[in-house]
């Protein structure tokens, strides 16, 4: 570890040593990761992705933190973490164009203020452009897949692509960067000249709709489970009496049952508890596996 360390110093990436997953992600659940990297440049993204390999130590790419559930026992490995030290963007008439790193609501609400419409579905999603790329990140009336004309990505040899929106093979919660690996550096969207009045009356109701209706009070990982085809998780769910479900400090939503809450001291052995729970209380009633939306890093199993 020395001279992972002396290598991170002499290429001037920033690190943070046993760093707590908890203060990192919407979840505020997870133990230490062995080495938090904070990279602010391409180059430097590619020379951590270099050492992980040299060293043969793991490497998970975090944004913001939303859609993850990481173990009690932490990440014995690299957390590479792309936030606001890779979250530049440039708006060029219709063209938006931003880092992996910033945040999409943020980047939905800055096009929105130069009259662009669109993107508003993402004005509140929690995630980064990265994290919604990897997902396409979608709510409401609009998925990215709708309005990105092309990514660019790193492999995990260092290599540079630029794919367009039909090569990125976007999904219902899937992409080519989620089906190869792949690292998003960059994404660009092309919008619409629109109405701000009515731009902002669209966020509005999203906002207004959001609030009413999700536990945003409460840490989570953002929607529990990946909607099954022809049906609603949170729907299943509620008719098979678990709402409120709770185990220990994890509990499904009162609010809206397709999110699992942290009441304020749950593990992650918790909610994996209460996800299996509820899978099981859904496939007894109705035959359905519910396939959990939020992405499980680590053991999260009871002893």
């Given amino acids: ?8 110093d002499d290429s001037g990436i920033e690190y943070i040593s046993d760093e707590s997953l908890a203060a990192h992600t919407t979840f505020k659940i997870g133990g230490p990761a062995r080495l938090m990297i904070l990279p602010r440049s391409v180059e430097q993204i590619r020379r951590v992705v270099q050492l992980s390999r040299t060293h043969r130590l793991p490497l998970f790419l975090l944004g913001n933190g939303s859609n993850v559930l990481f173990s009690d026992e932490g ?4 957390v590479m973490k792309l936030a606001k030290n890779f979250s530049d963007y440039k708006i060029d008439g219709n063209t938006v164009t931003a880092q992996s790193g910033a945040l999409l609501s943020s980047i939905c609400k800055k096009a929105a203020r130069q009259g662009l419409a669109g993107a508003e579905f993402g004005s509140g999603i929690p995630g980064t452009v990265g994290g919604g790329i990897v997902m396409n990140a979608g709510a409401y009336d609009g998925e990215l897949k709708d309005v990105v004309t092309s990514v660019t990505v790193m492999d995990m040899a260092g290599t540079i692509y630029r794919y367009n929106n039909e090569e990125m093979r976007f999904g219902y919660r899937t992409s ?7 690292i998003v550096l960059e994404m660009t969207m092309e919008l619409e000249a629109g109405d701000p009045q009515a731009i902002w009356a669209k966020i509005d109701d999203f906002t207004t709709r959001r609030w009413r209706k999700q536990p945003i009070d409460l840490p989570s990982g953002g929607s529990t489970f990946k909607r099954p085809p022809g049906n609603y998780a949170g ?7 678990c709402r409120g479900l709770r ?7 009162t609010k809206h049952c397709g999110f699992v809450v942290n009441r304020g001291r749950a593990t992650a052995k918790d909610v994996q508890t209460l996800i299996r729970l509820v899978q099981r209380r859904v496939k007894e009633a109705y035959g359905i596996s519910l396939e959990p939306e939020v992405k499980i890093i680590g053991d999260g199993h009871e002893d």
């Fill in 1 to 8: 570890m020395e001279s992972l360390l002396r290598q991170l």
């Fill in 75 to 78: 990440f014995d490995g690299l």
């Fill in 247 to 253: 185990f220990r400090d994890a509990q499904v939503s």
């Fill in 176 to 182: 080519r960067v989620y089906e190869e690996g792949l």
């Fill in 235 to 241: 729907k299943l769910i509620e008719e098979s009496g």
